[in-house]
């Protein structure tokens, strides 16, 4: 059945079919068994995990299983690949992206706190690219913070996350092409 179930995972991956390809309820280790991200039960890549291939959107890990919300402690990301994960379903609360193996989310505060996530890397979303520098990562959580507040009604909330898209038009279709949550309007 593993066999059967892993030429499936291949098979989909290859035609860029987005499907879950979940691990058996086992630890495999770092980055083995079903794809180039793993979530883990618990820290150091330790206890159950589901593993996700490039091009995967999960806004609700739930599906998987009641189990897997806000039971995720650590994550292993193959070179090449990036995982956004968030603290809630659809993409909400706050979020953050992971272009390495993360051993202990607890050091990045969100132990147990993983609702949603999306896989990119090798020709899902185009080339992962270096590592984002610390300002570039700074405005792109600043931005979702704004939009979270702004979808709570905090108008200044709502213009001050225009400003800094007005600002930044260069960067804007890159924005949108990796986070496609924070233009919620355009859809």
């Known amino acids: ?15 860029s079919v987005v499907v879950l390809c979940a691990a058996p309820a086992t630890a495999q280790g770092r980055g083995q068994g079903g794809g180039p991200v793993c979530v883990y039960e618990h820290a150091g890549f330790n206890g159950r995990q589901l593993c996700f291939h490039a091009g995967q959107s999960v806004p609700r890990i739930r599906q998987y299983g009641d189990f897997w919300n806000d039971r995720v402690s ?41 609702s949603s996530l999306s896989v990119t890397g090798r020709g899902f979303g185009g080339p992962p690219g270096p590592p984002p520098g610390p300002g570039r990562d700074d405005i792109r959580e600043q931005m979702y ?3 979270d507040a702004c979808e ?4 200044r909330a709502c213009v001050r996350f225009g400003i800094i898209i007005g600002e930044h038009r260069e960067r804007r279709a890159q924005w949108q092409r990796e986070n496609p949550d924070l233009f919620w309007w355009e859809r």
Not at 1 to 15: E, K, P
Not at 81 to 96: L, W
């Open 1 to 15: 059945m593993q066999l059967i179930r892993d030429a499936f995972c291949a098979f989909a991956s290859a035609l």
């Open 74 to 114: 650590s994550i292993s990301v193959a070179p090449g690949f990036s995982v956004r994960v968030c603290q809630h379903d659809g993409f909400a609360g706050r979020c953050s992206t992971y272009d390495r193996s993360i051993t202990n989310l607890a050091n990045q505060g969100f132990n147990d706190e993983i």
């Open 145 to 147: 913070g704004l939009r």
């Open 152 to 155: 709570r009604g905090d108008r």
